[in-house]
């Protein structure tokens, strides 16, 4: 992995910070320290440090770890990340403006001799191939919505199958994803045009027996990421998908989306493998990964219990219960 | 529109000139020749003229009239976009690859004042808004497969309801479309987080009983470009509906895809109509428009009667029949 570390994790003021968490759940040895705005009410428990003193303490890069709305780094961001540089670091970000094309970012990292790594900026061009079906297998998990647990619960399969001796590679498709793997395309980022050619690139044919364990995108009920989530399924060809969802959230979750309802899980599993077969007719959903952070252990339970029963497919909880049983499946195939 | 007319299509050696038989079709005064290389076997009908010759003669731009499979220029038509420059001629393009980034024909155009246009570069940002209901009225054309008249079929209907004093425009989505009306956005070309954004920015809110007649793109049911099309039903969120069909092809059409069969009709307006209801829970597809252009006119009215029939839509050819049946529903609406 070429970036520099251990990160700076830099929040700023942003109400979220997906990246930062994601990269300290799966990485926390490359976490050094957090760079927070006094408003901002994020903490990841990570020391407090300004640029200069994470520096001097041995950080290499400041992460961007945070994502605004829209993408776009407000103007305090621009000053700190000059400050940044100046104090010695690199940059690594996963937003789609890129600080690669900034007017004074660019040009000040070259001249002190910093690099900026915009992680979403796909660092290779994307062919449309014939779409015949690739030798290995493939995961992929799909989500009833934005931000119910995709990568987690790819990494969480990705590692136990490791630790049972399987053959298993984790595929990256997100910022978060490539920062903790070191490699992978975000595949929101490329030209509409090539969204299933690069999937189809970051899964290429292999053994018969390796799992690509493939990070989902977005949502096919989703009216504003749909089409990334519908490109990724067809150029995966996942034979098996695992359907992640938040089931304490009523609404779509991201901003403004608050118009549309989550859906029901029974349409995503019609509407997934529907979806998948066009270009897998094996294509099928085995199993159920819910989000019950918001439950005690009880009430998920016996959310996870029903949901079991309803959907007749194993349900887990990747960091309640772990992926075990979806492992055990996955074994058979 | 800002591209200087008339035009020289060239169509080099290229097996299919999707755009330029669209221009021709829809503003046949702008096409005032063609160039072709011999090896070529299309033919437009028109004069065919050199690049020195064409300007001579008047045109002003030559139109890259083909787009090579992958949307890459051989080196052989770099050359003669040199040449064209030469001729004084400016050069509109609706390929991928962007003839602003190339790095002998932007230099040459600048030292000689003529313009490069590059179509498919989407010429605005794009921001995620909210995905309500927009007001106005929306019709989207929608593809059993690619390259099956959607662009045609939007430029006729919208063509009859003008005739009739309907209060409707056409909304482009792809390079030929653009080429034609003047303006629009290259759907496939945007980032593809931004497709559904882009597609809702084209078709704005607008006057209760003003009709977008907007192009589709792709095909749910197409390996490679299905994002696109569902980001484009979801930004669109469409009243009604026209799917498009080329019921003479048993497989996909497009190069290597015919590992793909055709899909069924019935399940073209099902899935198409359960789309797009994610934004607009009226959708729905109110009419068949077939090419049956390689048909004699006793098959195609058969088919046209028994896909009517077991559809329980209207169904129309364009070309063959007119659009009036598609029209006179719209107008119900």
């Known amino acids: ?109 070259d001249r002190l001799g910093r690099t900026l790594w915009d992680v979403r900026r796909p660092n290779r061009e994307f062919s449309i191939g014939a779409f015949e079906r690739r030798s290995g297998k493939r995961l992929l998990t799909v989500g009833a919505d934005c931000a119910v647990g995709k990568k987690y619960t790819a990494l ?59 990070e989902g995108q977005g949502s096919l009920f989703h009216p504003a990421y749909a089409g990334v989530t519908l490109g990724l399924v067809h150029g995966s060809q996942p034979d098996a998908m695992v359907l992640c969802a938040d089931p304490t959230r009523p609404r779509l979750g991201a901003g403004d989306f608050d118009l549309y309802p989550q859906p029901d899980l029974g349409d995503c599993v019609r509407r997934y493998t529907e979806a998948a077969r066009l270009t897998n007719a094996e294509a099928r959903v085995i199993a159920v990964s819910l989000n019950t952070s918001k439950l005690d252990e009880s009430a998920a339970r016996t959310l996870l219990n029903e949901t079991e029963a309803r959907l007749g497919l194993p349900c887990v909880d990747p960091i309640r219960t772990g992926v075990g049983p979806v492992v055990d499946l996955l074994a058979q195939i």
């Open 156 to 214: 969480a399969i990705e590692r136990e199958m490791r630790a049972r001796g399987m053959d298993a590679g984790f595929r990256a498709t997100g910022q978060t994803g490539i920062l903790i793997a070191g490699d992978g395309i975000a595949i929101d980022a490329v030209v509409a045009d090539f969204i299933a050619a690069a999937a189809a690139e970051l899964s290429p044919a292999a053994d018969a027996n390796h799992w690509d364990v493939i």
């Open 1 to 109: 992995m070429p970036i520099r570390t251990p990160y700076l994790l830099f929040l700023g003021d942003a109400p979220h910070a997906k990246t930062a968490q994601g990269v300290l759940d799966w990485q926390p040895e490359l976490c050094l320290a957090q760079s927070r705005y006094p408003s901002c009410r994020l903490d990841l428990g990570l020391p407090e440090m300004g640029f200069a003193e994470a520096a001097a303490a041995g950080a290499r890069s400041v992460l961007i770890g945070s994502a605004p709305a829209g993408g776009r780094m407000p103007p305090a961001w621009i000053t700190d990340m000059r400050r940044a540089l100046e104090a010695g670091l690199d940059i690594a970000s996963g937003l789609h403006e890129r600080l690669n094309d900034h007017p004074d970012l660019k040009p000040l990292a």
